[in-house]
Every structure is written in C-alpha cells, then in structure tokens.
C-alpha cells in the first residue's frame, strides 16, 4: 500500500483559487464586451502558471487539454439543442467559442490543486457539478458573456452535462496527478 500524498500547500490552494477567478472573469467578461481574444490571455497565463508549477506538467498539460477537449465537446451538444448563445468569439455557429475552451482547461488547474478532495468521489462530483456548473454558466449569462434562449431546459441540460463530466475529469485528474509529490519507488529507502 503506498502512503498518501500530500496535497498542494496553503498558498497553492489560494492562488489557485483566485487565479482561476480571475480567468473566469477576464474570460467571460471580454466576451460579454465583444472582445473575446483579450478576455482569452489570462486564461492562457494562469494555464502557464501552473504548469510552471506543477513538479509534473506534462501531466497536468494532457488533463488541461483533456478537459478542454471534453468540455468542449460537452458544450457543443448543449449548443446544439438550441438552448443558449454566446454573445461572442465563436468562429462557427456550431461550436462554443475558444474562451470557453480555454475556460475548460482552466478549471482542469483545479482538479488536483482545490478540487483534489474529489478524487475516488464520483457521486459527490457528480452532484457538485449539477450545481456549480449551471450557476457558473448562468453567472456568466448575467454578465452578458452567453444568452440562455430556453432557460428552463438550457440549466437542466448544463446540470446534467456537468453532473457526467465531472466525476469523469477528477477520475482523469486522480490519474494524471502532476501535483502531488511522486510516491518513492519500491526499493528507495529515506534517510531520517
């Protein structure tokens, strides 16, 4: 049986916290002003960030990109259904637009950073998400970044798109911890 890991200190934890915040609100308001590209690189820093780090970041960059793949796609079938509207930054009427994407991968920073108590937690991400997700999408809206044609249906298709992807990205995040220190391989021994 291998010893647990410690998680992120203190600080990591907070600056997570309000980095990811911060790309949130850059993100979303930039959109909301029609200029999505600008609201984009915050994202793209607080990403840099934490890869810069995390004691493993190739890790940590396959979950970035695999959320970002994931709820990319998550999104589109949400899209589809003629639910809701981004007010701008979609290079296709048929897909969300990128800062959502960079969005995803932002929240992935998350996962083994303040969300790592989610780990071997399916049924609690899965109810956090059914919540957190459509309130963060409609805090979003209320700011002007996204525009929920059906409201009613928009936030029970967002609650349970959520309510399946998140318990599938902390299962990816347990797997692909690049936060946490590596476990000592059998056979190394520690000196007091």
Do not use: K
């Amino acid at each position: 049986m291998s010893a647990p890991q410690p998680t992120p200190d203190r600080r990591w934890q907070w600056s997570n916290v309000l980095w990811t915040q911060l790309a949130w609100f850059a993100a979303v308001l930039g959109a909301a002003h029609g200029v999505p590209a600008w609201g984009t690189l915050p994202a793209l820093a607080v990403l840099l960030w934490h890869l810069r780090r995390a004691p493993r970041p190739r890790s940590e960059a396959v979950l970035m990109l695999l959320a970002a793949g994931l709820g990319t796609f998550a999104d589109t079938l949400v899209l589809h259904q003629g639910v809701l509207a981004f007010a701008s930054g979609q290079w296709s009427a048929a897909l969300p637009p990128p800062w959502m994407s960079a969005l995803w991968a932002v929240f992935a920073t998350s996962l083994n950073v303040t969300l790592r108590w989610l780990h071997g937690r399916p049924l609690l991400a899965a109810a956090l998400g059914a919540v957190a997700g459509p309130l963060a999408f409609l805090s979003g809206a209320r700011l002007g970044a996204a525009q929920l044609l059906e409201p009613g249906v928009a936030m029970a298709l967002l609650s349970l798109q959520w309510a399946l992807v998140l318990p599938v990205l902390a299962l990816c995040a347990r797997r692909l911890d690049g936060v946490a220190a590596p476990a000592p391989s059998a056979g190394t021994t520690r000196t007091p």
